[in-house]
């Protein structure tokens, strides 16, 4: 096979990693994003729980409702944060996979140059010899 002939397979794969590097930094940031919206909503709770407590009975039933829906999103933002982790892991996956593709492309090609080198050397022996014998050759 002629080393040339994988170009346009290897050119193919580097785009591939290309658009599998880039997914992947879309991911991690978009982790990274999840991540600090549940550090300010932790931080923003535990801001709130700090508070001194009001001494109407109807403020304090509003605070405690307001905890438990602030708790709530706290537990919703935990599994977006997971969710995140999960793309950003996958996405890891797809871009180490097209990497290994692309090193398996660049060993084939690197195999039939050595493969042309190696016939291309052969040719040359047998053309040598082939001289030799015409000059030794009785005339």
């Known amino acids: 096979m002629k080393p040339t002939r994988l170009l346009p397979l290897l050119d193919w794969s580097e785009r591939r990693i290309e658009g599998a590097g880039q997914r992947l930094g879309q991911e991690q940031r978009r982790a990274q994003d999840q991540q600090q919206r549940l550090q300010?909503?932790?931080r923003?709770?535990?801001d709130y729980q700090l508070a001194p407590l009001p001494a109407d009975p109807r403020l304090l039933a509003n605070r405690a409702l307001f905890l438990g829906r602030l708790e709530q999103a706290v537990q919703a933002q935990?599994?977006?944060v997971?969710?995140?982790q999960q793309r950003a892991e996958q996405a890891r996956q797809d871009y180490l996979l097209r990497q290994?593709?692309?090193e398996r492309l660049q060993w084939l090609?690197?195999?039939a140059?050595?493969?042309a080198q190696r016939e291309q050397?052969?040719?040359?022996?047998?053309e040598l010899e082939e001289r030799h014998s015409q000059r030794m050759a009785p005339r």
């Open 40 to 42: 300010d909503l932790q």
């Open 44 to 46: 923003y709770r535990q």
């Open 78 to 80: 935990h599994q977006f």
């Open 82 to 84: 997971g969710q995140a």
């Open 100 to 102: 290994r593709e692309s």
């Open 109 to 111: 090609q690197a195999r």
């Open 113 to 115: 140059r050595g493969q």
């Open 121 to 126: 050397e052969h040719r040359q022996q047998l």
